[in-house]
Nanobody, 115 residues
Framework: QVQFVESGGGLVQPGGSLRLSCAAS????????MSWYRQAPGKERELVAR????????NYPDSVKGRFTISRDNAKNTVYLQMNSLKPEDTAVYYC????????WGQGTQVTVSS
């Protein structure tokens, strides 16, 4: 079945960096776009970045442009999110999923930005 395992989160000070990883299985990874989402306490889940099977990427929202970079390794069925210059408002649980037809959400990985 489709499965996503996110990792790499943690506690980091403002201005710091983290690299998140998401291992995917149960579908033909190379044929799908992949997305990172995040959900902060009391807020709806939001799309952070998407990378297409061709390798081209789009970042949402404007607040992460220039700071977050999504990448993928089709040989490892893994998608990454490099996050730099982290801010307290980036604190959230981060999830990955395929596009289209996202389903089978994983546990996510907690990112906490605090001094």
């Amino acid at each position: 079945q489709v499965q996503f395992v996110e990792s790499g989160g943690g506690l980091v000070q403002p201005g710091g960096s983290l690299r998140l990883s998401c291992a995917a299985s149960g579908f033909t990874f190379s044929r799908y776009a992949m997305s990172w989402y995040r959900q902060a306490p009391g807020k709806e889940r939001e799309l952070v970045a998407r990378i297409f099977s061709t390798g081209s990427s789009i970042n949402y929202p404007d607040s992460v442009k220039g700071r977050f970079t999504i990448s993928r390794d089709n040989a490892k069925n893994t998608v990454y999110l490099q996050m730099n210059s982290l801010k307290p408002e980036d604190t959230a649980v981060y999830y990955c999923n395929k596009f289209p037809d996202p389903n089978s959400w994983g546990q996510g990985t907690q990112v906490t930005v605090s001094s």
